[in-house]
C-alpha cells in the first residue's frame, strides 16, 4: 500500500524545513510512503526549499487559488499518483508528524474511510479562551449539520482513503475542513477522529485576518454548505418562520374581530401579514424547487467519480504537476492501471537518490492521440451496463 502525505504551501520556505524534517518515511501497515506538496503560487523558495528537503511531488498551481483547491488538488494529484490513503497537514507544522500513524489506523484497520485528527483545543495553550470556546461551539455545529461526532470539525489534519478521496468534492474557496465533513456526513462515509498532539505556534494563520472575520465567514460557509445538502430543511424552517410572523401580524385583527365582533381598522398589520403568508408560501416552495436541483447535484457527484475513476486507469496525468527533481523536466504520467481494474498505480520509474528517495522519471510519450482515444473507447465497452 501507498501512502502520500500533502502538504498545501503559500510562501512557506521558512516552515516547511522543520515541517518536513518531521515527516516520516515508513508508517506501520504501507510498503512506500511519499510526500507531496502543493505550492499555492508562492513568491517564494518553497519549491526549491521542499526539493532541498527529499519531497517527492510538486503540484504548482499558476497563481493563488485559494486552500479549498490547494487542497484538492492535492487530493486529485494524490490518487493519479497511486496513493492508497492520503494524509494532509498543515505547512506551519502545527501538527505533530508522530501522530501519522495513529491517525491512519483505522483505515488500516479498515474501520473507517476518513478519520480528523482531534487536537483537544480545550488544551492548546497559544489559544485565547475566545477562541476556545468559539472552536468548541462551531464544531458542536458542525456535528449537528454534518450527522458526525467529530469533537475538532476545523482540524486540517485529516487521512482519507481511496474511496473517500474518490467521492469528495470541495466547491467552498475559503477551507475545505467544513465542506468535506459535512459532506462526508450526508454521504455516509465512514468518518471517526483520534486524539494528536499540536506543536508550538510558528506564525500567525493567514487564512483569516481577525477571529471574528473568521466566525462570520464560517458562519456564512456553513449555512450555504448545509442548505445546498438539506435544502428543504432549510426553506421549510425558514417558511414557518414567516408563516409565524404573519401569525402575529394578523393578531391584533383576529383579536378584535373574534372578541369584540370589530373588524374595522388594522389595515397595516392586514397587509404585513397578508406579505409574510405569500412569502411563507414561496419559501417552501423554493425549498421544494432545491430539493429537487440537489437531486441533480448527487447525480453529478456521482458521475464525476466514475470520470476519476476513469482518469485513473487510462493514466491520465496530475494537473500542474511538476518532477521533484529537476524543475525544467516534463511532467511524468504516474498513473497506471491497477490489477482490480478501479485504481491506477505509479507507471513512471523511480531513480533512487543518495538518501533513499525515489524521484519519477519523464512519462514515455510514443502513445498517439487515436491510441489514447481506442483506449478510451476499449474500456467504455466493458463497463457494465446499469
Request: aromatic content about 6%; some cysteine.
Amino acid at each position: 500500500m501507498k501512502l502520500i502525505i500533502q502538504i498545501p504551501c503559500l510562501n512557506e520556505e521558512d516552515q516547511l524545513p522543520a515541517t518536513l524534517g518531521a515527516l516520516p518515511r515508513e508508517v506501520p501497515g504501507f510498503d512506500v510512503v511519499e510526500w507531496l506538496i502543493i505550492d499555492d503560487g508562492s513568491t517564494d523558495r518553497t519549491i526549491e526549499v521542499a526539493r532541498a528537503h527529499g519531497i517527492d511531488h510538486i503540484v504548482k498551481l499558476t497563481n493563488n487559488k485559494g486552500l479549498a483547491t490547494a487542497f484538492q488538488a492535492g487530493l486529485d494529484a494524490s490518487l493519479k499518483l497511486g496513493a492508497d490513503v492520503v494524509v494532509n497537514t498543515d505547512a506551519d507544522n502545527q501538527y505533530s508528524a508522530d501522530a501519522i500513524p495513529a491517525l491512519v489506523a483505522p483505515i488500516v484497520n479498515r474501520e473507517a474511510d476518513m478519520v480528523v485528527g482531534d487536537r483537544n483545543v480545550r488544551n492548546i495553550e497559544h489559544f485565547s479562551f475566545v477562541k476556545k470556546m468559539l472552536q468548541v461551539a462551531g464544531s458542536w455545529v458542525l456535528r449537528q449539520a454534518s450527522g458526525t461526532d467529530v469533537p475538532d470539525a476545523t482540524s486540517g489534519f485529516r487521512a482519507y482513503n481511496r474511496e473517500a478521496a474518490l467521492s469528495l468534492i470541495v466547491v467552498s474557496k475559503f477551507t475545505y475542513t467544513l465542506e468535506s465533513l459535512i459532506q462526508a456526513g450526508k454521504s455516509l462515509v465512514a468518518v471517526t477522529h483520534v486524539p494528536v498532539q499540536t506543536n508550538e505556534k510558528t506564525r500567525e494563520s493567514r487564512l483569516f485576518g481577525s477571529m471574528w472575520g473568521y466566525v462570520r465567514r464560517n458562519t456564512v460557509a456553513i449555512f450555504r454548505i448545509y442548505a445546498g445538502y438539506s435544502p428543504l430543511f432549510v426553506f421549510t424552517v425558514l417558511a414557518v418562520v414567516l408563516l409565524f410572523a404573519a401569525g402575529l401580524a394578523w393578531a391584533p385583527f383576529l383579536w378584535d374581530w373574534l372578541v369584540h365582533g370589530d373588524r374595522e381598522g388594522h389595515l397595516q398589520s392586514i397587509l404585513l401579514g397578508g406579505v409574510l403568508l405569500v412569502a411563507s408560501v414561496q419559501a417552501f416552495a423554493l425549498g421544494v424547487i432545491a430539493d429537487l436541483i440537489s437531486a441533480h447535484r448527487v447525480i453529478s457527484q456521482r458521475t464525476l467519480e466514475r470520470v476519476r475513476r476513469i482518469e485513473l486507469q487510462i493514466g491520465v496525468e496530475p494537473t500542474h504537476y511538476l518532477a521533484a527533481n529537476d524543475p525544467r523536466e516534463a511532467p511524468v504520467e504516474p498513473a497506471a492501471t491497477r490489477g482490480n481494474g478501479t485504481a491506477g498505480t505509479a507507471t513512471a520509474a523511480s531513480a533512487t537518490n543518495g538518501n533513499g528517495n525515489g524521484a519519477a522519471e519523464p512519462a514515455d510519450s510514443a502513445d498517439s492521440d487515436d491510441d489514447a482515444v481506442d483506449d478510451v473507447v476499449d474500456l467504455s465497452s466493458r463497463q457494465p451496463k446499469t
